[in-house]
C-alpha cells in the first residue's frame, strides 16, 4: 500500500505520543530500516539522523540481534520476574551490566523503557529515605530543559514546559533549577559558570530544606532539551552539593548510556559516580522496548526487602 493509504488506516485507528492530527497527516509510514537509512511506504529512503528516537545505536536490520530474540523466544519468551522468579537472560545480563557500570554500582532492577525508569528511580530514593529513618525527605529536583520521560511522575521532573498544560496538575513535591546552558545560563562575575550553575542546586535545597529532599535527577548531557553539554567543573561540584546535604545523586543516562558520548556512560568523562543511574533506549538499540536503574550497595541494601515496585 502507499503511504497516503496507510496514513489514511492510521488516522482512523492510531493515537500517537506526542499526537498532533495536522502533523499526522504529512507523516512517513516506515516499512523498512538498513544501517542508518528508513524506507517509507513509497520506496523513498532517508537517513535516519536522530537513530530513532536517540536509541537505534547498531543500526536498522541487525540480523543477530533479530535472531537471537527469536531463538530466546522459543525457548522462554516470558516469565515472571516477581520475587520467588528469575530467569537466566536476566542473571546473565545484571552480571554484565556490573562489569561494565561504574565500580559501586552492582544490582539491577529492570523495567519497560526509560520513563518506568525515572518512576522507579523516584520510588527508589523515597523509601530509601523512609528506611533510614527520614520520611520527610520526599522532593525531587530537576533542571529546566531536562528530560525523564512524561509518565506522571517523570513528566513532572521533566523541565520542558510544552509537556505540562494538557496534563495538569502535576505531581507535587518537584522542584527546577536552571540549566548550565553555556549559551544561556548567566553567571555572577568572578565565579566560573559551571559553578555558579551547580551552586543552583544548594540555593535549591536550602530554600526547600535538606531535610525534604530525596533526590537530584539529571541528564549528564541534556537530550531533548538541546543536547546541551555541561561546562567541565560542573559535576564535580554538583556531586559535592549532593553529599554534603544527603541527597540522592541520580543520573538519567537513557540517551547518555552505552557509548553514546564516547564512554560507556557519560560521567565518566568527569570522573563522577552517582547513587543511581538509569537507561534504556541504546540497551536493546530499540529492538524491543527495555530499560532499568541500578544503585550503590548500600542505597539498594537499605530497600532490597520491604521494596515494592
Known amino acids: ?45 532517508y537517513i535516519d539522523g536522530l537513530s530513532g528516537l536517540w536509541n537505534v545505536l547498531v543500526g536498522h536490520g541487525r540480523r543477530e540481534l533479530a535472531e537471537a530474540a527469536a531463538t530466546q523466544a522459543q525457548v522462554l519468551a516470558y516469565a515472571s520476574g516477581y520475587t520467588g522468579s528469575s530467569n537466566q537472560p536476566a542473571i546473565e545480563l545484571a552480571e554484565q551490566l556490573a562489569k561494565i557500570t561504574y565500580p559501586s554500582i552492582n544490582r ?20 530509601y ?4 529513618g527520614q520520611p520527610n525527605k520526599t522532593k525531587v529536583i530537576s533542571r529546566i530543559e531536562g528530560y525523564h520521560g512524561v509518565t506522571m511522575a517523570a513528566m513532572s521532573a521533566t523541565g520542558l514546559s510544552a509537556y ?6 502535576r505531581v507535587p513535591g518537584f522542584v527546577h533549577i536552571p540549566s548550565p546552558y553555556p549559551y ?7 565565579t566560573s559558570q559551571g559553578i555558579a550553575a551547580a551552586n543552583e542546586l544548594e540555593q535549591a535545597i536550602l530554600r526547600e530544606g535538606p531535610e525534604t529532599v530525596a533526590m537530584f535527577i539529571a541528564e549528564p548531557v541534556q537530550g531533548a532539551g538541546g543536547v546541551i553539554v555541561p561546562q567541565d567543573d560542573y559535576f564535580s561540584r554538583i556531586r559535592d552539593i549532593c553529599t554534603e546535604y544527603d541527597v540522592l545523586l541520580v543520573a538519567d543516562e537513557v540517551i547518555t548510556g552505552f557509548g553514546r558520548t564516547g564512554t560507556l556512560f557519560a560521567l565518566d568523562h568527569w570522573g563522577i559516580e552517582p547513587d543511581i543511574v538509569q537507561f534504556a533506549k541504546a540497551i536493546t538499540s530499540g529492538y524491543f522496548p527495555f530499560g532499568g536503574g541500578d544503585s550503590q550497595d548500600e542505597t539498594l541494601n537499605a530497600v532490597s526487602w520491604p521494596m515494592r515496585f
Open 108 to 127: 539491577f532492577f529492570f523495567t519497560s523503557g526509560g520513563g518506568e525508569a525515572t518512576e522507579s528511580s523516584i520510588k527508589m530514593a523515597r523509601a
Open 1 to 45: 500500500m502507499t503511504n497516503t493509504e496507510l496514513l489514511a488506516r492510521d488516522t482512523a485507528h492510531l493515537i500517537h505520543p506526542l499526537h498532533d492530527a495536522r502533523a499526522q497527516q504529512t507523516a512517513r509510514v516506515w516499512v523498512r530500516g538498513t544501517g542508518a537509512t528508513l524506507t517509507d511506504a513509497d520506496g523513498k529512503e
Open 164 to 169: 505540562w498544560p494538557l496534563f495538569e496538575p
Open 184 to 190: 544561556r545560563y548567566e553567571n555572577p562575575a568572578g
Open 129 to 132: 529515605w523512609k528506611l533510614k
